[in-house]
T-cell receptor, first 114, second 115 residues
Framework: GQQVMQIPQYQHVQEGEDFTTYCNSSTTLSNIQWYKQRPGGHPVFLIQLVKSGEVKKQKRLTFQFGEAKKNSSLHITATQTTDVGTYFCAGLGGRGSTLGRLYFGRGTQLTVWP | GAVVSQHPSRVICKSGTSVKIECRSLDFQATTMFWYRQFPKKSLMLMATSNEGSKATYEQGVEKDKFLINHASLTLSTLTVTSAHPEDSSFYIC???????????FGPGTRLTVT
């Protein structure tokens, strides 16, 4: 299946600092999705990026999809304690045998100190 | 809307027994359901793709005879871990979707412990 790498694995920040997590794929992605998993919880969909070079914002969260559709990033401005959790990127298979399959990155576990 | 439930949320079983986990889409009909496995502090590993009325498609390395998947209706898929062993202990999560190119809705997961 597709390989999706995500860094860093852990990030500890003080409340108010910014946070960024990066994803890279070995192959061109049909689209990329981002999920957040709170401690003890299940993944919750945040956003989907489809177009090359796409940038989407959700309040303090900014999502980018690379021009080659092989990398993506999530940036959180001025983190809050409610941002705590693990952020996963997932590449979506777009055709053939991979259609609909999500290939998750390892995730970045964000800890925010008050 | 788009709620997915899983039952049970936690299960402890003895080695050699079988365990069935249910995944239900509560307020929509899912064309496809997926089963994932997640180890502590690790990513989600796709195990299989399940479509109503057809055989599940398993990812490479996943034993289909050990992890039996049945997709009886558009709202229910079940995963049976047969002859469970301690190494099968994990967090099993299902997801459901109506659009293979769109968002997946995840269930709350089932924590399986095999003693």
């Amino acid at each position: 299946g597709q390989q999706v790498m995500q860094i860093p694995q852990y990030q500890h920040v003080q409340e108010g600092e910014d946070f960024t997590t990066y994803c890279n794929s070995s192959t061109t992605l049909s689209n990329i999705q981002w999920y957040k998993q709170r401690p003890g919880g299940h993944p919750v969909f945040l956003i989907q990026l489809v177009k090359s070079g796409e940038v989407k914002k959700q309040k303090r969260l900014t999502f980018q999809f690379g021009e080659a559709k092989k990398n993506s990033s999530l940036h959180i401005t001025a983190t809050q304690t409610t941002d705590v959790g693990t952020y996963f990127c997932a590449g979506l298979g777009g055709r053939g045998s991979t259609l609909g399959r999500l290939y998750f990155g390892r995730g970045t576990q964000l800890t925010v100190w008050p | 809307g788009a709620v997915v439930s899983q039952h049970p949320s936690r299960v402890i079983c003895k080695s050699g027994t079988s365990v069935k986990i249910e995944c239900r889409s509560l307020d929509f009909q899912a064309t496809t359901m997926f089963w994932y496995r997640q180890f502590p502090k690790k990513s989600l590993m796709l195990m299989a793709t399940s479509n109503e009325g057809s055989k599940a498609t398993y990812e490479q390395g996943v034993e289909k005879d050990k992890f039996l998947i049945n997709h009886a209706s558009l709202t229910l898929s079940t995963l049976t871990v047969t002859s469970a062993h301690p190494e099968d202990s994990s967090f099993y999560i299902c997801s459901a979707t109506t659009d293979l190119l769109g968002e997946q809705y995840f269930g709350p997961g089932t924590r399986l412990t095999v003693t």
